[in-house]
């Protein structure tokens, strides 16, 4: 009789990542495998930097394959293309299926692209080669007129990328101003609210919106775009002439997961309960983007969240192998650096407090400084302490 438990864990990013961790520091004998397409890292966070040259491709970039081997996990280089058995079985692209005593899904959500048009757009959250799409652009104009945009789903009010746009926004700012140029550009932000990531608070929009003013940014808002044209973005409202258009839609869940028997929100996420168990089934998990979870309508769709999320996810389901009930559920909460290049402005909130500072130089160089810290735990791995559970 097999005792080894068998863990799949989908993903390579925060999520899927922390989940081994947290797994490999409560148990030690464990079969973790992790099926992703690469065994690589992407530091999404950082990627507002590429346009403005203060990173570069291979900073972003982290080879996992030591980590991997110092925590013992199995990789699998594949896409998921659906599950069977209630989640024992997960389906892969090459035709195959791999059995589990255990899932989690950490693959992240994707993004809705229904706007005509849309093509004519580039979302920074898409990747590295997205990123490096805006810094030739930006480097390679003379000037003229760019726009930044967020969309949402209209049914999952979590899930909204709106942090990245901001901080892109400034940052671009800030970058042409260094360079002498910021009088060859106007610089326009557009959304559908009229209160553009309230996820933050109203004091932080409050001091977002202000920083635009003082920037000489103009602002279309309470308008939803209904369409991109070459060179053009069109409101219910209005047209807003632009060069370049730089639009972050809203996300949904996985492609596969449409098909998965899963139970999905009406915003097409992978439905879970407080304790990370998807909805309706046993020993099946989810954690990051890809999950609708209960809670306050501003929770975020974030790294931090998602590393909390992963960290009860683990617990609950080795407690479920070891004939436990669930029993870790993880806190709400917000933690961000909006970036300005230059400084930093720090946005807290919680179910019970709201908290914005001023810009800083010292919350960018903290940015910078967690950067480094979280990438060297994968960079340069050492085998986590193991506890009993």
Excluded at 73 to 90: D, F, P, W, Y
Excluded at 123 to 142: K, Y
Excluded at 196 to 202: D, F, T, V, Y
Excluded at 207 to 217: P, Y
């Amino acid at each position: 009789m097999r005792d080894m438990k068998r863990v799949a864990v989908v993903g390579s990013g925060f999520g899927a990542l922390s989940t081994i961790r947290e797994l490999r520091k409560r148990d030690g004998d464990v079969e973790i495998t992790m099926i992703a397409p690469r065994a690589e890292l992407i530091y999404l966070p950082s990627l507002i930097w590429i346009p403005t040259g203060l990173r570069k491709p291979e900073d972003l970039r982290v080879d996992l394959s030591r980590f991997l081997l110092a925590n013992r996990v199995k990789h699998v280089a594949a896409r998921v293309t659906g599950l069977e058995s209630g989640g024992r079985l997960v389906r892969i692209d090459n035709g195959d299926s791999m059995e589990n005593d255990g899932l989690v899904i950490a693959s992240g959500g994707r993004f809705i692209k229904r706007l005509p048009g849309i093509e004519h757009t580039i979302a920074l959250c898409e990747g590295i080669d997205a990123a490096e799409r805006i810094h030739v652009r930006l480097n390679t104009m003379q000037g003229g007129t760019l726009a930044f945009g967020f969309g949402p789903n209209p049914h999952e009010p979590q899930a909204v990328r709106g942090g990245p746009v901001f901080e892109l926004l400034f940052g671009i700012d800030a970058y042409l101003r260094q360079q002498g140029r910021r009088n060859q550009f106007t610089l326009v932000f557009f959304n559908g609210s009229e209160q553009p990531g309230a996820r933050l608070g109203e004091r932080a929009v409050k001091k977002l919106l202000d920083a635009m003013h003082r920037r000489e940014i103009k602002t279309y808002l309470g308008h939803k775009p209904v369409r991109f044209e070459p060179g053009k973005v069109v409101t219910e409202r209005e047209e807003i002439d632009a060069d370049l258009i730089l639009f972050m839609p809203g996300m949904t869940g996985p492609e596969w997961a449409e098909n998965s028997g899963l139970t999905l929100s009406p915003g097409g996420m992978i439905k879970a309960d407080q304790h990370t168990l998807v909805e309706g089934t046993e020993r099946v998990y989810v954690v990051g983007d890809s999950g609708s979870f209960p809670g306050p309508d501003w929770m975020p769709k974030q790294a931090h969240m998602a590393d909390l999320q992963a960290a009860a996810a683990a617990q609950n389901l080795l407690n479920d192998f070891a004939g436990k009930p669930a029993s870790a559920t993880f806190k709400t909460e917000l933690i961000c650096i909006v970036d300005m290049l230059g400084k930093g402005v720090l946005v807290y909130r919680s179910p019970t407090r709201t908290l914005v500072t001023p810009p800083s130089r010292l919350l960018h160089a903290a940015k910078r400084l967690f950067e480094k810290q979280y990438l060297s735990r994968y960079r340069n791995p050492k085998p986590l302490p193991q506890r009993a559970h």
